[in-house]
């Protein structure tokens, strides 16, 4: 378009963002469930947008970028998502989408801030590009408030490695088109294997996202991927719903089937072939979880601690845990309060639980693990002594223990 028709463009598009600004009710919010697959049922939530207009969702925000007005739109729609938080169903999670570039506004600051963060996850869409080391004090100041943190559309635009690595994002959302018709692309099959290997090392989760068929569903989680969202499991909807009985089928796969399928989707064309023996070797924090008590504060669990000998875990009213209180190391010293700074998810490899476990300072190196769901709550603790002989075991060094030594979990 000409000189002319470009500047009509760029007033009509200004005219309305401006209209929505003034006017939040001109937006309407949709949910799109985050589905557990090992589980069955809805662990999350991403609000999505929508507009009053014909105009799709994209082209607005696209429009906003270009006029650099994306931090407008993207205060508008934060503000009405995260005034969706008290509705939110217990034991799942609320994702919000933002663009890098507006974590640099201090009014989209400002909104997010005024909120308790906790069982919020927010998402850094793709579609700009920034330096990532602008993102580490807001996303430091989001995180202090209870956020967790996702990459959107990992393995395409500029969520790239370098992205990953300094972001360190708790969740890695692998783009639909990797997604798209996997179960007959080796590569993309490898590519996604390779994002979780990435996910393990960060102690992130993975989300597959786009998933429409049958066979995407089964490949992924034949491949341990455990969380999809896709229009096959539910699409978008008004409300915080549930899964229908069509994906509550789906999902009642029995895993042995799973197991086979997975085996069958890394053959490749030439025949190479992953093991299943050595997949069956495969072992994940949730082998080595064992439940602790909990309570809800410093005191009681100072005194649970001394009474049991064993370590308790305080959590907070969402079940997220904040302190680890271990019990006295030598006769007449008091228990040990720490900080739970680390944390594992249940489907990280023990090898990378163990990496992980070492790579901490020397005072804290052998103190148990705190493993946590992809909602941030309280699963159980992993003892550095379970990971040592579990390691030996598999190596084929030891014979396997009747039970762990060490410390006993109390019930």
């Not at 580490?136 to 500029?158: E, Q, S």
């Not at 699409?235 to 549930?242: A, G, K, S």
């Not at 875990?313 to 904040?322: G, K």
């Not at 309280?378 to 030594?405: F, I, K």
Request: glycine content about 8%; proline content about 6%.
């Amino acid at each position: 378009m000409g000189a002319a028709g470009d500047v009509a463009h760029r007033g009509r598009w200004h005219r309305r963002l401006d209209a929505v600004c003034a006017d939040p009710e001109a937006l309407r919010l949709v949910l799109h469930p985050v589905v557990d697959v090992a589980a069955g049922r809805v662990a999350g939530y991403e609000v999505l947008s929508r507009f009053a207009s014909d105009v799709p969702t994209e082209q607005w925000f696209r429009a906003a970028r270009a006029l650099g007005r994306d931090a407008d739109l993207d205060r508008v729609v934060l503000d009405g998502a995260l005034r969706l938080l008290p509705d939110l169903p217990p034991g799942t999670f609320l994702t919000v989408n933002a663009s890098p570039t507006s974590l640099a506004d201090q009014r989209v600051l400002d909104v997010l801030t005024s909120h308790d963060l906790t069982g919020v996850v927010l998402e850094l869409t793709e579609h700009a590009d920034c330096d990532p080391a602008q993102l580490t004090d807001p996303l430091r100041m989001l995180r202090a408030r209870g956020a967790l943190v996702a990459l959107d559309d990992v393995g395409t635009g500029h969520s790239g490695l370098l992205r990953m690595a300094v972001v360190r994002p708790e969740i890695l959302k692998v783009d639909l088109q990797l997604v798209r018709d996997l179960h007959r692309d080796l590569v993309k099959r490898s590519l996604v294997q390779f994002l979780g290997e990435c996910a393990g090392r960060l102690d992130a989760w993975i989300i597959a996202e786009g998933v429409e068929t049958v066979d995407e569903l089964d490949v992924l989680r034949g491949m341990g991927v455990p969380l999809v969202q896709g229009f096959l499991l539910a699409r978008p909807q008004e409300d915080f719903v549930q899964l229908g009985a069509e994906a509550r089928r789906l999902l009642e796969v029995p895993q042995a089937a799973q197991n086979a399928h997975a085996a069958d989707a890394f053959e490749g064309p030439e025949g190479h072939r992953r093991s299943r023996a050595a997949a069956g070797r495969t072992r994940r924090a949730r082998d080595l979880t064992r439940r602790t008590k909990t309570d809800r504060s410093v005191g009681d669990a100072l005194r649970s601690a001394t009474e049991q000998s064993a370590p308790v875990v305080v959590v907070d009213a969402d079940d997220v845990p904040r302190v680890l209180v271990l019990p006295a190391e030598r006769p007449g010293a008091l228990p040990r309060v720490e900080p739970v700074d680390v944390t594992v998810a249940p489907e990280t490899a023990v090898t990378d639980v163990a990496a992980r476990a070492v790579a901490r300072s020397a005072g804290v190196r052998f103190d148990p693990l705190v493993c946590t769901d992809a909602a941030g709550r309280y699963v159980g603790v992993v003892g550095v002594e379970d990971l040592v002989l579990d390691l030996a075991v598999t190596s084929g060094g030891v014979a396997a223990p009747q039970e762990a030594g060490g410390w006993r979990m109390g019930a």
